[in-house]
């Protein structure tokens, strides 16, 4: 059985800093081989944020995070990681691991595993 669980979320002020955590158990090396980050805001489509290939590290950003958000990949600890920098009171949501297979840019349906979520709140 596969269970995703994040950490790390908070309530920070814009131009502030926060890194989510998020740690899988019972993926296995051929399972899913793309883990990332979804948020989703009040009243918002659940949308994609990140996503990184568990064997390369190869990342994708969608647009209004690149340049301040980074992906990571420990497979050694089975972990996944978001380096959020310059944080803005529109990146606020509630984030969610997932991990799936395919292509990395994909729409919530073809997510296969969700961790519970993490909430993330910018203040300006």
């Known amino acids: 059985q596969v269970q995703l669980v994040e950490s790390g979320g908070g309530s920070v002020q814009a131009g502030g800093s926060l890194t989510l955590s998020c740690v899988a158990s019972?993926?296995?090396?051929?399972?899913?081989?793309?883990m990332g980050w979804f948020r989703q805001a009040p009243g918002k489509e659940r949308e994609e944020v990140a996503g990184?290939?568990?064997?390369?590290?190869?990342?994708y950003y969608v647009g209004p995070v690149k340049g301040r958000f980074i992906i990571t990949v420990d497979n050694a600890k089975n972990a996944l990681y978001l380096r959020m920098n310059s944080l803005r009171p529109e990146d606020t949501a509630m984030y969610y691991c997932?991990?799936?297979?395919?292509?990395?840019?994909?729409?919530?349906?073809?997510?296969?595993?969700w961790g519970p979520g993490t909430q993330v709140t910018v203040s300006s």
């Open positions: 990184i290939y568990r064997s390369t590290g190869s990342p």
């Open positions: 019972g993926l296995t090396k051929n399972m899913n081989s793309i």
């Open positions: 997932a991990a799936w297979s395919g292509y990395l840019a994909v729409a919530p349906s073809s997510v296969d595993y």
